[in-house]
């Protein structure tokens, strides 16, 4: 039922049709409260906290996956490469450990159904200490408590949580762009597209005119890549090319199942699809009554699925590593604005 009424909205949020225009005024109270929240934190009627480092938020303002977490490990490689030390904080999202509030580190050992799929990942792909909380500022203290090498913070998500100042901010869009420019419920957006913002990132093999127009803010452009898969339990990387005799399932419990999706179909591969909720936990084994010989499943998902007994050894499970890549001039900018801020 959840489902089917999250699939209603999706559709809704995409024109102005009479679900949407049903829904606009509860849309314009939901603004409005927003923009006066907003407010309270830049006239200072509500504190936000600073910490002693350069701070980056990679969010987005359109509800759901856009990407966020191929950007924040592709931003925290960039950081790294120009000889920085980047720490990455996150809510926890499909974890339990963020229900307490209490901010925990999470390595590349950790269960993700305690510290949730993403945030495992980064700490997975990128080597750089990760902490995760309710309160992103007491879990950057604890961050640099622990890493007091860091030099700099990203925060996966969290661009409305203004309680943690921020010293630059990355809003990235998808090709669904803004939707049809409402605030939810009426449509997708948790603000306005005018908000400002640093940088503006768009996850779309080409960002036409039109696009750029709707997203403002100069876009760059991020391109996901897969060219490889790899055996969920261990084994070499095959070509994606070299799959494509085989009788394929691709499954995704992501934000936007169909980018992943669709990146398979441009990799020249036909395979049936099954989209799950986001943060899906795979306890139900979605995979049991498929007919495939090989099941390709993202890598937020493989940190779940190599958790459980009775996936983990499945020899169809297959992950298909995905690779961001944008224009090294917008790491040059961040690099060049993290340096020009003054300390704390």
């Known amino acids: 039922m959840a489902s089917s009424l999250e699939t209603t909205l999706t559709r809704a949020w995409l024109r102005r049709g009479p679900l949407a225009i049903a829904l606009l005024p509860v849309a314009l109270l939901f603004g409005a409260l927003a923009a006066l929240r907003r407010r309270l934190f830049q006239s200072g009627l509500k504190a936000s906290k600073r910490l002693p480092v ?13 990407g966020k977490t191929p950007l924040t490990i592709w931003l925290a490689e960039a950081l790294r490469a120009a000889g920085m030390r980047p720490g990455i904080i996150s809510r926890g999202h499909g974890g339990d450990a963020g229900k307490d509030g209490a901010p925990r580190a999470v390595t ?3 269960d993700p159904r305690v510290v949730g799929d993403e945030p495992l990942l980064i700490a997975q792909r990128t080597g750089c200490p990760v902490v995760i909380g309710r309160e992103r500022a007491e879990a950057g203290r604890a961050l640099l408590a622990a890493h007091p090498d860091v030099d700099v913070l990203i925060t996966d998500d969290g661009l409305q949580h203004y309680a943690l100042a921020r010293d630059i901010e990355i809003v990235l869009f998808d090709g669904r762009g803004v939707g049809n420019g409402w605030l939810l419920p ?3 957006l948790r603000e306005p ?12 093999p080409e960002i036409t005119p039109a696009l750029a127009r709707a997203v403002g803010g100069a876009p760059y452009r ?6 490889y898969a790899e055996p969920l339990h261990g084994g070499a990387r095959v070509p994606l090319a070299d799959l494509r005799a085989k009788r394929i399932v691709a499954a995704a419990g992501i934000g936007n199942p169909g980018r992943f999706f669709a990146m398979l179909r441009a990799a020249g591969l036909a395979p049936g699809e099954l989209a799950l909720p986001d943060h899906h936990d ?3 084994d979605p995979f049991a009554a498929l007919d495939a010989e090989i099941i390709l499943i993202t890598e937020k998902d493989a940190v779940k699925c190599r958790q459980i007994e009775h996936l983990k050894d499945d020899p169809r499970l297959w992950v298909v590593p995905v690779t961001a890549q944008l224009d090294p ?3 040059e900018h961040i690099v060049e604005k993290c340096r020009g801020r003054s300390p704390a």
Request: hydrophobic share 45%; no cysteine.
């Open 54 to 66: 350069p701070v980056i938020v990679v969010g987005n303002i359109f509800i759901g996956g856009t």
């Open 108 to 110: 590349p050992g950790s």
């Open 186 to 188: 009426a449509g997708p």
């Open 193 to 204: 597209p005018s908000r400002r913002r640093d940088f503006t990132v768009v996850n779309v």
């Open 222 to 227: 991020m391109l996901l890549s897969g060219q």
């Open 282 to 284: 795979f306890l139900d």
């Open 329 to 331: 001039a917008l790491a």
